[in-house]
């Protein structure tokens, strides 16, 4: 099974919105809503900040929003504050029992 | 709170039995609808799931690890373990657990702070 295809990077300035994509295929991200994206800051583990494609766990800010059309899901971010500046995964469910994973992007703000 | 604490061995040698255990507090492991993860990163490198197994027993494992892998639950200790057997630099790693609500398709919703183990000689 092939990782889900993330860009290496995406910058925006403070104030500004940056999207994140995540492409897989018909057998993951297009064929079940079963997509999650997790924040990871240097050091730290994964924190969930958004799943089944657009919910928002309690607690994760409002500025963080999910969406997928086709094979390609994407998270985008708003209203970018420094805190924001942290790797990015997306994961999707792949049908018989399995899990895989997006090669991860990492988002600087400006 | 959920609360996930990975423990074991940071340097395993070459060929050996890498044996890592996640010990779970503020709930039961074997709560319906709980179950419980492994995913690793290399080094600067990306998330990998190892394998899921379910708050029943149940296993489900990433198809490239199937083969060297083990997840089995203690109930007696609220923690459930990883065994990756036939090691080499590439298991090099750090190694979270997580839970995932409900099944093997959802989210990894609780995570461990994740444990470096390193494979040498």
């Known amino acids: 099974q092939s990782a889900l295809t993330q860009p290496p990077s995406a910058s925006g300035s403070p104030g500004q919105s940056v999207t994140i994509s995540c492409t897989g295929s018909s057998g993951d991200v297009g064929g079940y809503n079963y997509v999650s994206w997790y924040q990871q800051h240097p050091g730290k583990a994964p924190k969930l900040m958004i799943y089944e494609v657009s919910k928002r766990p309690s607690g994760v800010p409002d500025r963080f929003s999910g969406s997928k059309s086709g094979n390609t899901a994407s998270l985008t971010v708003s209203g970018l504050q420094a805190e924001d500046e942290a790797d990015y995964y997306c994961s999707s469910y792949a049908g018989r029992n399995n899990v895989i994973f997006g090669g991860g992007t990492e988002v600087t703000v400006l | 709170q959920l609360q996930l604490q990975e423990s074991g061995p940071g340097l395993v040698k070459p060929s050996e039995t890498l044996s890592l255990s996640c010990s779970v507090s503020g709930g039961s492991i074997s709560s319906s609808g709980s179950n419980w993860g492994w995913i690793r990163q290399p080094p600067g490198k990306g998330l990998e799931w190892i394998g899921t197994i379910y708050y029943s027993g149940s296993t489900f494992y990433n198809p490239s690890l199937k083969s060297r892998v083990i997840i089995f639950l203690d109930t007696s200790k609220n923690q459930f373990s990883l065994r990756l057997s036939s090691v080499t630099a590439a298991d090099t790693a750090v190694y979270y657990c997580?839970?995932?609500?409900?099944?093997?398709?959802?989210?990894?919703?609780?995570w461990g702070q994740g444990t470096l183990v390193t494979v040498s000689s």
């Open positions: 997580a839970r995932q609500p409900t099944s093997v398709a959802r989210e990894f919703d609780y």
